[in-house]
């Protein structure tokens, strides 16, 4: 099962690599990893997406607890949280193809943020499920470059459910 | 500009080099000897270190100093210090910091780098230790300006030694070496406190108090957490008072007394039979300071699978790694024992010590005397009985390792003293070096064979140059021993690569090193040869020849469950059956 783990970290040399070097080493399965500077300059939030068993979740915790710079983390999958991922691709097109294009772009609610004769280039950020359909809908074209960030979360101010920290 | 540059505008201290900061730092940390090799990278640190404080033992190869900050770390609880230049300096501890960290050693290692703009320009050795060392320590640092020498010092050795301890790395370059700053005094740490203040009492205090009150046939499972957290008068009270037998892993030897009548020794792959059998046959199992690892649960689904499983455990992610336990504690194991014994209630002995003792008697180790030739198990006996259970014993690793944890058992904590998790080869001389420094007048006998000793030999120098009597024993069998056994037992006798051809005459190199030594080759000459080795001042070695063909008994392969445990079976041939129990008084 897929779990989004925020792990708040100190923001300074050699987080990242302490933290994607305890995945390689115990050998953890892990989907995305993204990182990024809080309200904090002194701190960094990293998101992680893993997918494996509830136990291995909690272990994969406990041994991220272990690192230094850790400060916390939260198990976003126990909360009600708002998932977001960014995705850039370029199709290739056509004169004809074009206003078919234009159509799926509007129909997703994605941006075009370039335009040549024979290719357009779209953003959209959304869900990580909608960024699959997207991508999968837009393959039946050619998409000619692509780019997609990991998944950032954060819970809602509203979440009720419990989490379990530490 | 940091903050810490800001507060030393501010301050009225007398400017020093990074270097000198800190020295002064360990030193004002109680951190009184290290052990070191110097090198262009680290020179301004050695340039201060040499009418300082702080006592520095030259060694002859970098792994010898980690090894040696560990033997002492291990055989006194406190900081074991070591000190290389960059590049192949820093690579060549890279073995002991991960021996260290495996068995929660306290080390800290300083290593030199180039100057911070070399950094990425493949200088002459420049390597990244801070990349390489991630994994094998709990703590690691590159420092970018003496302004944080102090507080980095600081974090390093507080994180080394606090909790589960472990390895921590201070990468120091050579222009941060001599960068000058008043910044080193009443330096704050920038590390959330819970990685350092002892952790609360967490889990289920009464559950394990109330299932060790019920059970009828419980067993303590100790690893080398119960001498970490010096819980052994604990481990002790509970163990008399609720009559439970006591079986110890490697690391935990000496955390209870091996001649106590409640000790079972050693148990897992080379572990005495009776203290399987009892993990076999209990119905409650208590891990206090131990992880369930391969070689003591081979078989994790049959592993005590009678028993409700309970694990006391400083360290959370130890919970449910390995095994899956019913009851669990996460806190320092001296104060969780603290609040457990109070409320356990006082029991006599009943069928199941009687059951266990039965189990000894009838599961001796055993194995045959020979026939004039020494036995290495016998050889073990006798140093046991002479020095009379006091010694302080070091070992490399081995079948010489498996059979000093059998026939040695050491009554007290840091008693002993081996490469546990990792199983390094070449960290028992070194280590002895250490403990020797370490525990002053005690006698340290290095248990080492052909195979190990030749892995860091060159620390004889280490230990004549500073006067470090450490007695080696060297098991001479004219094999990697431990590999013998395994190819001839799982391999069809294909002994590839595991003779030791061309073995130098280790009496000859003893003499190169100015140091006295002696072979003995046949039983009744073993007397002679402990004299020998107890009487001498200096460090020395005695060589024992012993017969190639001997094997670690019992084992139980590695993966397997207890069933196909292998024990010695007697063969007229080799002479009188001798068997001991040692953990009977």
Same mark, same amino acid.
């Given at each position: ?87 850039? +691709? ?53 998409? +000619? ?22 | ?585």
């Amino acid at each position: 099962m897929k779990h989004t783990l925020s792990v708040l970290v100190k923001n300074h040399y050699g987080v990242l690599s302490h933290v994607s070097g305890l995945f390689t080493r115990r050998g953890y399965n892990i989907d995305s990893l993204s990182v990024g500077e809080t309200d904090n300059p002194e701190e960094s939030i990293i998101t992680l997406v893993v997918d494996e068993e509830p136990h291995m979740v909690l272990q994969i915790e406990k041994q991220l607890y272990k690192l230094v710079d850790v400060i916390s983390i939260e198990d976003l999958t126990k909360k009600e949280s708002l998932q977001r991922e960014l995705v850039i +691709l370029t199709v290739k097109t056509s004169k004809d193809k074009r206003h078919e294009i234009l159509g799926l772009v509007d129909v997703f609610k994605a941006t075009i943020v370039d335009m040549t004769d024979s290719a357009i280039m779209i953003e959209m950020s959304s869900n990580p499920r909608r960024i699959d359909t997207f991508i999968r809908v837009f393959s039946e074209y050619t998409i +000619l470059k692509m780019a997609r960030t990991g998944t950032i979360a954060l819970e809602f101010p509203s979440s009720k459910l419990e989490n379990t920290k530490k | 500009m940091s903050k810490e540059k800001k507060d030393s505008k501010l301050s009225n201290n007398i400017e020093k080099n990074g270097a000198r900061i800190m020295i002064d730092t360990l030193l004002e940390n109680n951190i009184e000897v290290c052990w070191g090799y110097p090198g262009g990278a680290i020179l301004p640190f050695y340039d201060a270190l040499m009418h300082s404080k702080l006592k520095h033992y030259l060694v002859r190869h970098e792994q010898g100093a980690v090894h040696a900050a560990q033997g002492y770390a291990r055989a006194t609880g406190k900081l074991g210090v070591c000190i290389t230049t960059s590049g192949p300096g820093a690579t060549n501890i890279m073995t002991g910091l991960a021996d260290a960290k495996m068995d929660s050693t306290p080390v800290l290692a300083v290593t030199g780098q180039v100057a911070c703009a070399d950094i990425g320009s493949d200088a002459f050795q420049e390597v990244d230790t801070y990349g390489m060392t991630i994994p094998i320590t709990k703590y690691n640092a590159l420092l970018k300006s003496a302004d944080d020498v102090a507080r980095v010092t600081k974090e390093a050795i507080t994180i080394a030694l606090s909790g589960r301890p472990g390895t921590s790395l201070i990468d120091f370059p050579k222009d941060v070496q001599v960068g000058l700053s008043t910044n080193y005094k009443n330096i704050k740490m920038r590390i959330p406190d819970y990685h350092f203040k002892n952790p609360p009492i967490e889990g289920d205090v009464d559950k394990l108090i109330s299932a060790i009150n019920k059970a009828e046939k419980p067993v303590l499972y100790v690893g080398g957490g119960a001498i970490t957290s010096n819980a052994y008068n604990e481990i002790k009270e509970l163990a008399e008072k609720a009559q439970i037998p006591v079986v110890s892993t490697l690391m935990g030897l000496g955390a209870f007394a091996g001649n106590h009548e409640l000790s079972l020794g050693m148990l897992g792959m080379h572990g005495t039979a009776y203290a399987n059998k009892a993990v076999m046959e209990c119905d409650l199992i208590i891990a206090l300071g131990a992880r369930f690892d391969d070689r003591v649960a081979g078989n994790t689904s049959d592993f005590a699978k009678k028993a409700i499983k309970a694990q006391i455990d400083i360290d959370p992610a130890e919970i449910d790694k390995r095994v899956f336990v019913d009851i669990y504690i996460s806190a320092n194991l001296k104060e969780a024992l603290k609040k457990i014994n109070p409320h356990i209630k006082k029991k006599t002995s009943g069928s199941w010590v009687s059951f266990i003792q039965k189990l000894k008697k009838e599961n001796p180790l055993k194995f045959d005397l020979g026939k004039g030739e020494i036995k290495p198990q016998y050889f073990l006996h006798e140093l046991y009985k002479k020095t009379k259970g006091d010694a302080v014993i070091v070992t490399d690793v081995g079948q010489h390792q498996m059979w000093s944890a059998q026939y040695y058992p050491v009554k007290h904590p840091r008693q002993f003293i081996t490469s546990g998790g990792l199983g390094t080869m070449g960290y028992g001389l070194p280590a002895a070096i250490g403990a020797k420094i370490g525990v002053g007048e005690k006698p340290v006998i290095l248990i080492s064979g052909d195979g190990s000793i030749q892995m860091n030999i060159q620390e004889l120098a280490t230990a004549k140059m500073h006067h470090i009597p450490v007695k080696i024993v060297i098991f001479n069998n004219g094999f990697l021993g431990m590999v013998r056994q395994w190819q001839e037992l799982f391999f069809e006798k294909r002994f590839s690569h595991s003779i030791m051809g061309y073995n130098p005459n280790f009496i000859k190199i003893a003499e190169a090193y100015d140091l006295k030594a002696k072979r003995i080759i046949k039983k009744d000459e073993i007397e002679e040869g402990l004299n020998f080795l107890l009487e001498n001042n200096d460090a020395c070695i005695l060589e024992v020849k012993i017969p190639c063909a001997e094997k670690v008994y019992p084992m139980i392969p590695a993966g397997a469950k207890y069933e196909s445990i292998i024990d010695y079976e007697h063969d007229n041939s080799k002479g009188n059956l001798f068997t001991v129990v040692p953990n009977n008084p």
